[in-house]
C-alpha cells in the first residue's frame, strides 16, 4: 500500500485512478486491492479471474519487476492447465 494525505491506497487504486484519466471506463476494470507482495496478488487475482470467468489476463508492471510477476503468476496457477501465460 502507499500512504498518501487522503489515507492508505493500494496500488490498484492509483493504477485505477491513472487507467481512468486516460480514457479506460472504470467499469472496463477489475481491482486486486488485498495482496501486500507479487505472489499474495498472483493468488487474490486468481480468485478473482476464477469467479469472474475471465480467461485472459494482462500484467502491467516495470520492466524490472516482469519476470517476478510473471513466475509469482505461473506458480499460482501451476494446478490449472486451461490457464496459459505468454510473453512477447
Known amino acids: 500500500p502507499t ?4 489515507g492508505v491506497q493500494t496500488e490498484a487504486m492509483i493504477m485505477a485512478r491513472y487507467l481512468v484519466a ?4 472504470p467499469t472496463a476494470l477489475l481491482l486486486e486491492s488485498k495482496a501486500l507482495h507479487t505472489f499474495h496478488n498472483a493468488l487474490y487475482t486468481k480468485q478473482l479471474l476464477i469467479k469472474h470467468e475471465i480467461r485472459n489476463l494482462t500484467i ?8 517476478r510477476s ?10 490449472d492447465s486451461s490457464f496459459r501465460f505468454q510473453t512477447e
Not at 500512504?3 to 487522503?6: A, F, P, V
Not at 486516460?22 to 471506463?25: D, K, T
Open 3 to 6: 500512504y498518501g494525505s487522503s
Open 22 to 25: 486516460h480514457g479506460i471506463p
Open 60 to 67: 502491467l508492471t516495470h520492466d524490472w519487476h516482469m519476470q
Open 70 to 79: 510473471l513466475w509469482c503468476f505461473e506458480l499460482a496457477w501451476c494446478d
